[in-house]
């Protein structure tokens, strides 16, 4: 897949300086660049990622001293080799992913916890098929090594099927619609939009059979950077976290202006875009202190690792299950959380 490789912003606030500038603020320019520093995130277009949108499109980053170029992926599992190569400083990704990285040798430590999924990623299937029971035999199409995999194998194990029971298709979530579309695809494993789109195609065909509300908190959405990273710019990726806390903020104090933004970043309108939202939770920092806390409960790490870490073994992504405690670094919310 292409990747959008700039800052790709749909639309921009920030203000370009025209004309000369006097000689004795020319000599200041300088110290100001030196002053903010950027940082590059890779990231993919989703509703649970709306409060870094805000901060971006409000220029909400530079209160602390921070530039934050968005890099859109068409792909989500691109973004982790992006970070290893340099072309990123951090990424949006979800925690299975994280697990993935870890088992393989790679030190990639969760900053923060970002939203959990509440029906935003979704298994769609023709209404002929009522059930998971009914993927026996199917085309079911996903992407691999990504969120709709991990949904689809939590979803077949929960109801007694494997992979092998199923006629796995190799696509991205973007290509599931038209794929279902052209009547080629019975069931398609993908997130929002994408999920809105097949429901609102014509003759009403297509219905959900299995979401993320199914499994809460097993889909969580995290802030992700390399342990190399984290010791070289620390100071950086609290200011990142408290921007996402500051689109957080404005998002429930001007609910119209931010839902307007995030629909002209999602391509949608302010309405569809709530709609959209509403298949996330965002996790406020009060809240963040229990990902990182060792509990059985899938809003912990720990619990959602063990199901997640299992299901990755079996489906033979990983061949061990790594310690959890080696996925992240919970340094930064224990600090802004005092």
């Known amino acids: 897949m292409t990747t959008m490789l700039s800052s790709c912003k749909p639309f921009s606030l920030r203000k370009t300086l025209l004309g000369a500038c006097l000689a004795s603020a020319a000599a200041l320019l300088p110290l100001t660049a030196q002053a903010?520093?950027?940082?590059?995130?890779?990231?993919?277009?989703?509703?649970?990622?709306?409060?870094?949108?805000?901060?971006?499109?409000?220029d909400l980053y530079k209160a602390h001293d921070l530039k934050v170029e968005l890099q859109f992926f068409n792909d989500p599992a691109l973004i982790p080799s992006a970070m290893?190569?340099?072309?990123?400083d951090g990424g949006m990704?979800?925690?299975?992913?994280?697990?993935?990285?870890?088992?393989?040798?790679?030190?990639?430590?969760?900053?923060?916890?970002?939203?959990?999924?509440?029906?935003?990623?979704?298994?769609?299937?023709?209404k002929s098929i009522t059930s998971v029971a009914g993927f026996k035999g199917q085309k079911v199409g996903f992407n691999p090594l990504s969120p709709s995999d991990f949904l689809l194998a939590?979803?077949?194990?929960?109801?007694?099927?494997?992979?092998?029971?199923?006629?796995?298709?190799?696509?991205?979530?973007?290509?599931?619609?038209?794929?279902?579309?052209?009547?080629?695809?019975?069931?398609?494993?993908?997130?929002?939009?994408?999920?809105?789109?097949?429901?609102?195609?014509?003759?009403?065909k297509f219905h959900v059979v299995y979401s993320s509300k199914d499994a809460p908190g097993l889909i969580t959405d995290?802030?992700?950077f390399d342990e190399a990273v984290i010791a070289r710019q620390p100071a950086q990726i609290k200011a990142l976290i408290q921007g996402y806390l500051d689109g957080l903020a404005y998002m429930q104090s001007h609910p119209d202006e931010a839902a307007a933004i995030i629909g002209k970043?999602?391509?949608?309108?302010?309405?569809?875009?709530?709609?959209?939202?509403s298949g996330v939770y965002n996790i406020p920092l009060a809240e963040m202190g229990a990902n990182f806390t060792e509990s059985t409960a899938t809003s912990s790490f720990y619990g959602s690792g063990?199901?997640?870490g299992q299901l990755l073994k079996d489906?033979?992504?990983?061949?061990?299950?790594?310690?959890?405690?080696?996925?992240f670094d919970a340094s930064f919310v224990e600090t802004l959380a005092k």
């Open 222 to 224: 995290v802030l992700v």
């Open 84 to 88: 290893v190569g340099g072309a990123l």
């Open 93 to 126: 990704l979800t925690y299975d992913q994280v697990i993935g990285s870890v088992a393989k040798g790679l030190k990639h430590r969760v900053v923060m916890p970002i939203d959990f999924s509440n029906g935003g990623d979704a298994i769609v299937a023709d």
């Open 306 to 308: 063990a199901v997640i």
């Open 315 to 327: 489906n033979g992504q990983i061949t061990t299950v790594p310690d959890f405690a080696q996925t």
């Open 154 to 204: 939590y979803a077949l194990k929960s109801n007694g099927l494997s992979d092998k029971d199923i006629i796995p298709v190799n696509m991205t979530p973007e290509a599931i619609p038209g794929a279902m579309a052209s009547g080629s695809l019975p069931v398609g494993v993908t997130y929002e939009p994408n999920v809105s789109q097949i429901l609102g195609m014509p003759g009403d």
């Open 36 to 58: 903010i520093e950027t940082m590059k995130i890779g990231t993919v277009v989703w509703a649970g990622y709306a409060p870094f949108y805000v901060a971006d499109q409000l």
């Open 265 to 277: 970043v999602l391509g949608v309108s302010a309405a569809e875009a709530r709609e959209q939202m």
